[in-house]
């Protein structure tokens, strides 16, 4: 199993670009997240999802945009960047069945100039 | 809403030393905790977890142990080696499916 999986693994941004970050994971889990993590702030909910077709709302979700079209895959949309999401994003996947232990992918870092 | 505290932030002690890292939640009613591993540069790895019904878990070197009403958990590592050094974050899983993090505990084992 690859476990979960991101990309890129850094990536450059002007101010007012989109893009999409990537997630897969192999291990059929039913929870998928995503999560940033800044200094001083420590790692910070964005959005969940439970399930295919179903996403809600962390901590810190405005300036993002997710689906979760299929079991495997929870990219994450930056519309319009901002300096203010530089950041290193993890995603990380759980099935809520078990243990609800959570797995989290290698990390995108993102810089928005 | 709950919050999550670590202390110490930074600890540095010689090889060898058996150390206790410690993690504070404010609410109680939580459906696990669980204990992660950051390189720098790197993402987390989990090493323990804490079901809300268990008291502690052990993995090799690593023990942790959880008391929910108090609202703490700590993290005991034996005879420390260098290659432990690292960032250690605790994270409660609330029965919100939110996982909410503490800020880290910075180890700094020296051979």
């Known amino acids: 199993n690859a476990g979960v999986t991101q990309t890129p693994k850094f990536q450059v941004l002007k101010t007012g670009q989109s893009m999409t970050l990537q997630c897969a994971q192999d291990?059929?889990?039913?929870?998928m997240s995503w999560y940033r993590q800044d200094p001083g702030m420590g790692l910070r909910l964005i959005h969940y999802?439970?399930?295919?077709?179903?996403?809600d709302q962390g901590e810190v979700p405005n300036g993002y945009n997710v689906s979760r079209s299929t079991t495997e895959d929870f990219p994450l949309r930056l519309l319009s960047a901002a300096p203010s999401q530089t950041s290193v994003y993890f995603c990380?996947?759980?099935?809520?069945?078990?243990?609800?232990?959570?797995?989290f992918g290698p990390g995108t870092r993102l810089t928005v100039l | 809403k709950q919050e999550v505290t670590q202390i110490p932030a930074a600890l540095s002690v010689p090889e060898g030393e058996n150390l206790v890292l410690n993690c504070s939640f404010t609410?109680?009613?939580?459906?696990?905790l669980q204990w992660f591993r950051q390189d720098p540069g790197k993402g987390l790895t989990s090493l323990l977890l804490?079901?809300?019904?268990?008291r502690e878990q052990t993995s090799g070197r690593l023990n942790a142990s959880l008391d929910k009403s108090s609202g703490r958990s700590t993290l005991y590592i034996a005879a420390s080696q260098p290659g432990d050094s690292a960032t250690y974050l605790c994270?409660?899983?609330?029965?919100?499916?939110?996982?909410?993090f503490g800020p880290g505990t910075r180890l700094s084992v020296l051979p």
């Open positions: 990380a996947s759980s099935f809520p069945g078990q243990t609800h232990e959570q797995f």
């Open positions: 291990m059929n889990h039913e929870y």
């Open positions: 999802s439970v399930g295919a077709g179903i996403t």
């Open positions: 609410d109680s009613a939580i459906y696990n």
């Open positions: 804490i079901q809300s019904s268990q």
């Open positions: 994270a409660v899983h609330d029965y919100g499916q939110n996982f909410v």
